[in-house]
């Protein structure tokens, strides 16, 4: 086949979307505002609903939906904000996946927290290979300093909510919710602890909006079945802002959603308990700082080209999922293991598509990869356990699953932009290199 040169992961931008960013731009009104605003009421819906046509702009929609997704500049700062608003802090541990990328860590230590890894279970998910935390190490590591769990839908496979619940409610005894100091943050995150009354379920869906799976009989979204919950728009993601995020969570009895979202904005916004839009009314301009907090607010640009991906992406979803059916033919072809995404309980994003060569070792993997690369496919391997990285200690020795998942992983290029002679061109290098690796080591 000719050569083609095909990227690895480049947003899915339409002239729908640029369009939106020049009439904001137009508009005058370019940091948060009234994008930002409708985007997490649309948001919220779609949270709820799976739908994307809902008119969030009048009527009951605009109050059904208020107050229940806050956007911000990260899904990073989601989660942090998450983690803060539940009282994550100084003294306690919050448990992680070791298989996952520093985000899902970082936050945690950003708020003073000590992270806790946890091993993966060998070869992912039974059924859906998804590098799933192991559920009897996470129950062993809750401790009397656990305040948070941060289960992680990678790849945009939904992890097993039902299970993680089980064990934070069987651990529940040892939990010892904050008192607060008087202060706000601390008075509501003291609130929230009693009333959740266990070890928070704060999950990492950065790959995973638009995912779903049946929890307690039920098919919920993501973004409406954890404790709280946090998404990505980065530019890589399916759908994109180009930087940014979002995070919401599930009401709470006796705290009104209204109060948690103005935390929110309060932490978002340097502590100002006005935005810059609700400063421009007429002697409006009168502000107070509650607290010297963060500058993590979404801008009406980058939440223009939400508003626009957001209309498409029931489109964008399908067109993945046509892709990773042909991945799927080819892998099953060559015997190579590969992520489940669609099972009778759950419906994945079809954010990554992950492969897992039997038989082969770092050296042959990144070999492939090369090979790849000089034929003009991009890959890459999500991800290097964090564990591994320097900043984590650099030593994997104590989570052997996390390591035997990497050491053979390549991620294939999948993403909206591949026309079917692209995709086509991938299965054929792909087919060609593993072939080859294959024959050499036999």
């Not at 421009?280 to 223009?304: C, F, L, Q, S």
């Not at 067109?319 to 033919?329: L, P």
């Amino acid at each position: 086949m000719e050569k083609r040169v095909i990227g690895f992961s480049p947003p899915d931008i339409s002239e729908l979307e640029i369009e939106e960013v020049c009439e904001t731009l137009r508009s005058g009104w370019i940091t948060t505002g009234p994008r930002t605003k409708l985007l997490e009421r649309r948001l919220a819906a779609y949270i709820e609903t799976g739908q994307t046509n809902i008119d969030c702009t009048a009527g009951e929609a605009v109050e059904q939906y208020a107050n229940r997704v806050v956007c911000l500049n990260s899904a990073t700062a989601a989660e942090e904000l998450n983690l803060r608003i539940f009282g994550v802090g100084p003294g306690d541990e919050v448990i992680v996946p070791a298989y996952s990328y520093t985000a899902s860590a970082s936050a945690a230590i950003h708020c003073g927290a000590t992270v806790r890894f946890v091993d993966i279970q060998k070869d992912g998910d039974p059924v859906t290979h998804m590098p799933e935390m192991d559920y009897d190490a996470l129950e062993l590591a809750i401790t009397e300093k656990t305040k948070a769990v941060v289960p992680v839908d990678y790849g945009g496979i939904v992890a097993d909510y039902d299970h993680i619940f089980e064990i934070v409610e069987r651990k529940k005894s040892l939990f010892r919710p904050l008192e607060t100091d008087g202060t706000l943050l601390s008075d509501l995150s003291s609130r929230i602890q009693h009333t959740i009354g266990r070890v928070a379920v704060v999950a990492d869906c950065a790959h995973s909006l638009g995912a779903s799976r049946i929890v307690a009989g039920e098919r919920k979204y993501c973004g409406s079945i954890a404790d709280f919950s946090s998404f990505s728009f980065h530019a890589v993601k399916n759908f994109t802002t180009a930087e940014g995020g979002a995070a919401t969570w599930r009401p709470l009895e006796r705290i009104e959603n209204s109060e948690i979202y103005k935390m929110y904005q309060l932490l978002s916004l340097h502590g100002q308990n006005k935005d810059a839009f609700v400063k421009t009314k007429a002697g409006a301009w009168e502000y107070d700082i509650i607290g010297p907090w963060y500058k993590y607010n979404m801008t009406d640009i980058m939440a223009a080209i939400g508003l626009r991906q957001l209309d498409r992406y029931p489109g964008l979803l399908a067109r993945r999922e046509a892709i990773m059916k042909k991945y799927d033919e080819v892998c099953d072809a060559l015997g190579i293991s590969h992520m489940v995404h669609h099972t009778e309980s759950m419906d994945s994003s079809n954010h990554l598509y992950l492969i897992r060569v039997p038989g082969i070792g770092e050296a042959e993997r990144n070999e492939i990869i090369e090979k790849m690369a000089q034929a003009g496919v991009a890959t890459n391997v999500h991800y290097k356990p964090m564990p591994m990285m320097t900043a984590y200690g650099a030593d994997c020795s104590a989570f052997p699953n996390a390591y035997d998942y990497y050491h053979n992983l390549i991620t294939l290029p999948f993403h909206t932009l591949l026309s079917e002679d692209d995709v086509e061109y991938v299965c054929a290098t792909l087919k060609e290199d593993v072939s080859e690796c294959k024959r050499r080591s036999i």
